[in-house]
């Protein structure tokens, strides 16, 4: 080991690494709040057509209209509202994030060359970019 | 830019007793990253559509590739909030060991559940 993979006490604290941390933990309370929200919803509207289990979850997982499409719901008016697009668009960008950032953690861990730890990470945010506003194009044009 | 080298063999990593705490901590990743390329795969295929989002739509919603993205997803779901709370009160720490024993029943029986909607939902019933 030529490098130490512990920092002094010196460097420890409130760090830009520290916040990511801590939004890595946050975000996952986030993303229960929103797919508990998204659950209860879907038992709501989807009870007067008995729709059934799996499509429920689908709908928590991520609430977009095209979720439902297919199935028995017999109209699309509830499901497609601003409030259900907003609520699709906050787990998107907190789960696109979350993830991203979750790729530069495995990174950082199994890559060994500098170089392409950094090709790595500048991907992840190129990656995370895209997805947002492809993910967002797709959630309020749907 | 310096290189760090690795100070065990690959041979040694694999025989590293870390039990239970490392297991779930190396299904967390394969499922993070499973799903970190599932959901980059799902969005591009939703905006595309044509031919190619169906295929890929139909791939998904095969009941086999729905039991194998379902086991990373709700393990890494409960694990993750396993984590989330040891972390935000670090007090509980000690209780690590538990709470993974905790964690395994709480996922057995939701995963359970899904597996059982899945496979009847997937052979048409």
Redesign the interface.
């Known amino acids: 080991m030529d490098t130490p993979r512990t920092l002094r006490p010196s460097e420890r604290g409130l760090s830009f690494e520290m916040l990511l941390w801590l939004f890595t933990r946050l975000s996952a309370l986030v993303m229960y709040v929103l797919i508990l929200a998204g659950l209860v919803g879907a038992l709501i509207m989807g009870a007067r057509t008995q729709m059934n289990f799996a499509d429920v979850m689908r709908w928590a997982f991520m609430p977009t209209v095209t979720h439902v499409q297919s199935t028995n719901v017999l109209e699309l008016g509830p499901w497609s509202t601003v409030f259900w697009k907003s609520v699709g668009s906050a787990l998107l960008l907190v789960a696109s994030a979350h993830g991203a950032r979750g790729l530069v953690v495995i990174a950082d861990d199994y890559i060994v060359s500098g170089r392409a730890r950094r090709i790595v990470r500048t991907a992840s945010v190129i990656a995370l970019v895209a997805m947002c506003v492809i993910g967002l194009y797709v959630v309020w044009t749907a | 830019?310096?290189?760090?080298?690795?100070?065990v063999s690959l041979t040694t990593a694999l025989r590293y007793k870390g039990q239970g705490p490392m297991l779930t901590f190396i299904l967390h990743?394969i499922g993070?990253?499973g799903?970190?390329i599932f959901?980059?795969v799902h969005?591009?295929s939703?905006?595309l559509g044509g031919t190619t989002g169906i295929y890929l739509n139909s791939v998904y919603e095969s009941w086999v590739f729905q039991l194998f993205i379902f086991f990373f997803?709700m393990f890494h779901?409960i694990n993750?909030?396993r984590?989330?709370i040891l972390?935000?009160w670090p007090s509980l720490l000690v209780h690590e060991r538990e709470a993974i024993w905790l964690e395994w029943p709480v996922f057995l029986a939701l995963y359970g559940f899904?597996v059982l909607?899945?496979v009847r939902?997937g052979l048409g019933s």
Request: glycine share 6%.
């Open positions: 830019m310096r290189m760090t080298t690795r100070n990743r993070g990253l799903m970190a959901v980059s969005i591009l939703s905006f997803v779901i993750g909030l984590i989330t972390d935000l899904a909607v899945i939902t």
